[in-house]
């Protein structure tokens, strides 16, 4: 099983850190969304973050960390283990063609 360790810097914006993702899996792109709750969900009616907008200021715990992902690790569970360390919703999304497209339907796939 091959693991990647993304490190999350407070001083990172949030376009260095779609950035750095887009390096590593250049068919993805992550979001962040201001979000109500904790349920584990993005709300229907969340807002992305502007790219300008520093992790510190969104992070929950306020600290640079890692985050791992793997290669077995689904987007479902990408997205939940990002809200659990690190505080804000995240979505990944996939390009298809010249679009970027909600992975509601591939959120299994790893």
């Known amino acids: 099983m091959n693991k990647t360790h993304f490190h999350i810097a407070t ?3 949030i376009q260095n850190v779609q950035d750095k993702f887009s390096d590593l ?3 993805l792109r ?3 969304f201001k979000g ?7 709300p229907a009616r969340s807002v992305t973050f502007c790219p300008d907008v520093k992790l510190g200021q969104i992070i929950s715990n306020n ?3 890692e ?3 793997s290669d077995i690790m689904t987007v479902s569970e990408l997205e939940k283990r990002f809200l659990e360390q690190f505080g804000p919703y995240v979505q990944i999304t996939r390009k298809s063609g010249n679009s970027w497209m909600e ?3 591939t959120n299994g796939w790893t």
């Open 11 to 13: 001083d990172d914006t």
């Open 25 to 27: 899996y250049p068919f």
């Open 30 to 32: 992550i979001n962040f």
């Open 36 to 42: 109500q709750d904790k349920s584990k969900k993005i």
């Open 63 to 65: 600290s640079d960390g």
């Open 67 to 69: 985050f791992e992902i």
């Open 103 to 105: 992975t509601n339907m």
